[in-house]
């Protein structure tokens, strides 16, 4: 195997993050009773998409759905939060990313605590600073005969990390994509292919598949054509 970026497998390339997230998520039923949702117990600090944002919403028999998915809005109805415990839902991830909407992904037990209450206020604040930080993908090559055409086979190697108390380590998503692809490269790496095969390791996905999308750019300006093969949490039932 070969560094892809001269003599180095660090690829860099620059991506604004929130840091510091700070975030606050109340319950009030009806009865007064307040109920503090924990971040990383209740919800997932890493996957609110909205940094700077406050707000009272108020749940009703009519917001609460069944498929995963909890949509409240504020006293002016001008505002909506969406909460969420489906993160495989169809369309989420895309939507959480794009949308100006502020959404919140809730564990089990986060979403539980606000379908138990009902009726209520749900209070909400987030504020997180944003920097712009240098990043690396590793990315290694093995070559082939045609240099113009290429398979990369990818994997995200990043998690969420910590979580107010809690520790995500991502076993599963995603050190079960990385062993595959290490595993893959092992033993392909004495083979002589027709095209050269790119093992590629991609950081920032959970922040919106940042890593990868730089790797887009760099093989679509480096080959005339390529086909890409990701992934991700091997095993997941």
Sequence with gaps: LEPFNADNMLVPFEADLPVAIDSKLILEGIDGSLTS????????????????????FFISADTLEDD???KVVNEEKDNVLVLTSNLLRSGWRNNFEDSSVPQIALTSGGMDKIQAAKEGTISFSCTAEVDTMTLNNVIALLPGTDHTRAIVVGAHFDHMGQSGQTLYPGAVDNASGVATVLQLARLLSNTQPSVDIIFAFWNAE???????????????QTYSTYC???VDCIGYK
């Design 37 to 56: 949702l924990e971040a990383g117990t209740d919800y997932i600090a890493p996957l609110i998409n909205s940094t700077n944002v406050t707000g009272n």
């Design 68 to 70: 995963g998915i909890i």
């Design 206 to 220: 959970e922040h919106g598949q940042l890593g990868s999308k730089f790797g887009k750019t760099l093989f679509s």
């Design 228 to 230: 890409y093969l990701n």
